[in-house]
């Protein structure tokens, strides 16, 4: 008890040191200057955030500036200290469409954890690691918004402990909202994307007033049909609003809001192959056809959430900026799943299991504030960051909230394979879910201190510390806890910069991260020990880098990386999984990526990873494991997305892209592993006017070969089948 009000203090302190700084900056802000200042920018044009500066089509995607990169602010892309890539809203909108499977299968140096369509969210793994997720810069437990209302991605890979307060170990997604336009922009989309998947957009935005110090942006969804996976029926709508005042010339506040709701019928039906340590011989069946939802007709997962924010950018002066941001999120689902396991036998057959969950609620939110100094200190220039970021998730269900079957195995029939529900299953749905309690609760929080130090025109040293908390309580439906921890950790960063000449950018960075522990999910049909929580691990990552711009159009990156993790690792148990922390694991590789224009009518936006994972220093009990490759993690990624802007047909473009995924392990016993899948599409986009009115019409044909492939080993994730996806965008 004594520790935990001893870290409290630390947070109240670090925040009281923070708000005594900015009042006695206050303290020079006289009513006459505030006054004077005023008065000065009657004149001044208004200046709003444009949502397409940079990032544009015509650009090659090449969007030079990252939004945030965590305490450091918004930065150059080419001077930041670590492997990012930017996706831009033109890439979004011209690439994608409103399908977050196909940005996955494109997005470089990455690899899907999930199926799109049982969750609605985009979850990432880079380097073999799962990645973290912010919103705006600030961390949050899911995104709780569609990429309808996202203006670019942010992806940076591998430790963001300095940076975001600790987490996920394999990188970090940053969503940055749209904002509202400069000038007025009216857009309507009509689209499909991928079997009778249609959908309706509607995106406007401008100024509001002569002087233009007032912003809009609206942003509305809707879709409905059946997805590229036969039999399996997806709804979603969405709506996204956000408005910006300039208080000031030098004094911005933004504002948003969003709500979304998704609802779909049966499951993509995960084949799931825990039971492969079993046998050794144990060959999995050839690759279903992956153009039908092999799940139950009945199944179900109905999810809403809203999500509200804002932020606060205030330039003092010459010296002083002060930034600051808040978001919190409400989100709830409720989910009726199947999933597939083989049988170990090798007959043929395979078992069906299911669970259904009863509506289970989330609480988050997250905050930051950090103050800049620049000053000047011996002729070496500096720009001091101090400041506090935090978020914190409450999780709620109810008592009765889940029920489990296991079905015996069935013959392996890809015609017909559905089934009633069991009888006796469900006893507890309609409504008979008994209290609702709070069943877990996680809290990041952090101090930082960090000094950006221009040392010469040619050299940059980045370097500091962020005092990390993490915290989380688990608790059963009595009340009471179950598990808990409550960590502090001070995780370091440094960072050399050296730039030979001011197009190409040299650099190394060491920095630490503190780590959730790992989280079993609570499902006794799966796990031995089902909802157990681990204590947190520290993990650390060398990381040297070159970044080089060619003719202020072509970014070129590359990096290699260490990282040394502690290590989680599943354990067959006859038809269940043990979760175990154990060992370490080493992530040793090199880290490629492009983007921008080639030529004048060619761009190229893609990446390549290639790196060896090693399971190391293990007890006793696994030393089998020793040597062995973590689970899902392919050794090789190459992603390559082309453009082609014809001479033969002005505003006509051809668009490819290959990508490539290498075999993933089952399992931590390195038995049997998927095969590496090779992915084509084609495409083509036409942009002309129509009476003064631009109008732009894209086609994508994906997966052109029609192969079936295991997308993601672990989960028995099937790649989604060719499909044909079109829109018409008009802007007016």
């Known amino acids: 008890m004594q520790q935990n009000k001893e870290n409290w203090a630390m947070i109240v302190l670090g925040r009281l040191a923070i708000l005594a700084l900015i009042s006695l900056l206050l303290g020079f802000w006289t009513e006459e200057n505030l006054l004077a200042q005023t008065e000065d920018q009657a004149g001044l044009p208004p200046v709003l955030v444009e949502g397409y500066n940079t990032g544009r089509a015509e650009d090659g995607y090449f969007k030079e500036n990252a939004e945030s990169v965590g305490p450091w602010g918004p930065r150059s892309l080419q001077e930041t200290p670590y492997s990012m890539f930017i996706l831009s809203g033109d890439f979004l909108e011209n690439a994608v469409g409103p399908s977050m499977n196909q940005l996955n299968k494109m997005m470089p140096n990455s690899i899907s954890v999930h199926n799109f369509y049982n969750n609605n969210e985009l979850n990432t793994s880079t380097r073999g690691l799962g990645n973290a997720m912010s919103v705006d810069g600030v961390r949050l437990r899911n995104a709780g918004f569609t990429l309808e209302s996202v203006d670019s991605i942010e992806l940076i890979s591998g430790l963001t402990g300095f940076l975001y307060g600790g987490g996920y170990v394999g990188g970090l997604t940053n969503y940055v909202l749209k904002r509202p336009t400069s000038e007025r922009y009216n857009s309507i989309t009509v689209g499909n994307s991928g079997g009778s998947q249609y959908y309706y957009q509607a995106d406007f935005g401008g100024p ?3 002087e233009k110090k007032f912003g809009y942006r609206i942003n509305a969804f809707y879709s409905n049909g059946e997805t590229p996976y036969k039999g ?14 300039r208080i000031l010339d030098n004094l911005l506040l933004q504002a948003d809001l969003g709500y979304k709701e998704h609802h779909q ?11 492969f340590g079993v046998n050794p011989v144990f060959s999995f069946p050839l690759t279903p056809d992956n153009d039908r939802a092999y799940g139950q007709k009945w199944a179900y997962q109905d999810t ?14 010459d010296i002083f900026t002060l930034r600051a941001a808040y978001r919190q999120q409400n989100y709830e689902s409720e989910s009726l799943g199947t999933f597939n396991r083989f049988n170990p036998i090798n007959d043929g057959t395979f078992g069906v299991y299911g669970s259904w969950i009863a509506p289970v609620k989330y609480r988050a939110l997250g905050e930051s504030i950090f103050l800049d100094a620049k000053f000047e200190t011996i002729g070496v220039k500096h720009k001091l960051t101090v400041g506090y970021s935090g978020s914190r998730t409450k999780e709620f269900a109810y008592q009765n909230f889940s029920d489990n079957f296991g079905q015996t195995p069935f013959i392996y029939d890809q015609n017909n394979f559905h089934f009633n529900i069991p009888a006796g299953f469900l006893v507890n749905r309609n409504g008979n879910w008994g209290p609702l309690y709070k069943r877990a ?7 930082i201190v960090g000094d950006e130090i221009n040392v010469t025109d040619w050299l940059t040293v980045m370097g500091g510390v962020n005092r990390v908390r993490l915290k989380r309580d688990a608790y059963n439906a009595a009340k009471v806890r179950t598990a808990t921890y409550d960590d502090w950790k001070a995780t370091p960063s440094v960072s050399v910069i050296v730039n030979p000449i001011p197009q190409l950018s040299l650099y190394g960075t060491y920095i630490e991260a503190l780590e959730e522990g790992a989280i079993v999910p609570d499902n006794p049909a799966q796990y031995v020990n089902p909802g157990e929580v681990f204590g947190p691990r520290v993990s650390e990552q060398y990381e040297f880098g070159a970044k080089w711009t060619i003719n202020n159009r072509l970014l070129l990156s590359g990096a290699y990386f260490w990282i040394d993790r502690a290590n989680t690792i599943n354990i067959t148990r006859g038809n269940l999984i043990e979760v175990k922390q154990d060992g370490r694991t080493e992530y040793e590789g090199i ?9 004048d009518n060619l761009t190229i936006l893609g990446g ?3 790196f060896d994972a090693t399971m190391k220093k293990l007890s006793t009990a696994n030393q089998n494991l020793v040597g062995h490759t973590p689970q899902q993690t392919p050794t090789q990624i190459f992603k390559m997305y082309l453009e082609y802007d014809t001479p033969f047909v002005e505003g006509l473009t051809l668009t490819g892209g290959f990508y490539r995924v290498g075999k993933q392990y089952t399992n931590d016993n390195n038995i049997w592993a998927t095969s590496p899948y090779n992915i084509v599409d084609l495409g083509a986009r036409f942009v002309t006017d129509i009476k003064g009115v631009k109008t732009t019409f894209r086609l994508n044909v994906n997966n052109v070969a029609d192969k079936s492939y295991w997308q993601r080993a672990f989960s028995g994730q099937l790649g989604e089948a060719r499909s044909v996806t079109f829109s018409v965008t008009t802007v007016f």
């Open 208 to 210: 509001i007033g002569k």
């Open 232 to 245: 399996l029926d997806v709804e979603r709508s969405s709506f996204y609003a956000a408005f910006d005042w």
């Open 265 to 275: 019928n049966n499951h993509p039906g995960h084949f799931f192959t825990q039971s």
């Open 304 to 317: 809403q959430s809203d999500i509200w924010g804002g932020k606060l950018t205030w330039e003092i002066n």
């Open 441 to 447: 609760e996680s809290v990041f929080q952090s101090i």
């Open 591 to 599: 880290e490629l990526s492009a983007v921008g224009k080639i030529l």
């Open 608 to 610: 390549f990873t290639y």
